[in-house]
């Protein structure tokens, strides 16, 4: 299915990022694992890739530095000669009441969840607009569509990814590439373990499925937009909540 193709996925080394590495190798496609801190993790990503009989690298680099995702995308470019598929995942919370929240926490978020996806689409839409084709998937969020108490800062990057997808969607689609967003709700992740079964409980009844999702059914969709089959999708958010939000 993607077979001989190049995937970059940011923030690679755990949870929905990983999830997303396995699922695309397994499919065929090579992999590039981005990641900031998590030597450790990313090391063992690799090396499950790597027993699936295709081609993978790790590159550190933080998205919110642009020299950084220049870097990642040029070791990418050098190492397969394409990038075919890109999927900018790599985000983190600093949650709290507004009351309460720092600039600095908010700041760090954008920088990351926002800016660090723009950087990542800065220096990718070049090379997929000279190749004539190319998948960008953005992962945002439920919240970015709803909002949440606690997460002014993390919702308006999610919110913001969105409308950057929706804007590239309509610049590069006449040059054969499709840019689309996925937004999570609740998946168990490391993010949402510290949240308590309680609070988990409580979530739950407020999805028609009533359960959680796991990073496997995000990676799923991840895997179709990435994939020839959805060559006939772009600028479309796509949520993976059980049907929480609609």
Not at 120 to 134: A, D, E, N, S
């Amino acid at each position: 299915m993607l077979k001989g193709k190049c995937a970059v996925i940011t923030g690679a080394a755990r949870g929905i990022g990983k999830a997303v590495a396995l699922k695309l190798a397994s499919l065929g496609a090579n992999i590039v694992l981005n990641y900031r801190s998590s030597e450790k993790e990313v090391k063992e990503v690799e090396n499950l890739i790597k027993d699936m009989g295709v081609d993978v690298i790790s590159v550190k680099g933080d998205i919110s530095k642009l020299d950084e995702v220049e870097n990642l995308v040029s070791v990418a470019k050098e190492k397969f000669g394409c990038i075919d598929i890109m999927v900018n995942n790599a985000g983190i919370t600093k949650d709290t009441l507004i009351l309460r929240m720092k600039e600095e926490d908010f700041d760090t978020v954008i920088d990351i969840n926002l800016k660090g996806v723009f950087n990542c689409l800065k220096c990718i839409t070049p090379i997929m607009v000279k190749q004539k084709h190319g998948k960008i998937i953005n992962l945002s969020s439920v919240v970015g569509i709803s909002g949440n108490a606690g997460q002014v800062n993390y919702s308006a990057s999610k919110a913001g990814v969105i409308g950057m997808t929706k804007s590239l969607a309509k610049e590069v689609g006449s040059r054969g590439i499709n840019v689309n967003a996925v937004a999570p709700g609740y998946i168990e992740t490391d993010m949402t373990e510290s949240l308590g079964d309680k609070y988990k409980e409580e979530v739950k009844k407020n999805i028609p499925l009533k359960k959680l999702g796991k990073p496997e059914d995000v990676a799923n969709v991840v895997a179709f937009l990435s994939s020839e089959a959805s060559d006939y999708v772009t600028g479309q958010v796509i949520q993976v909540d059980g049907g929480m939000l609609m």
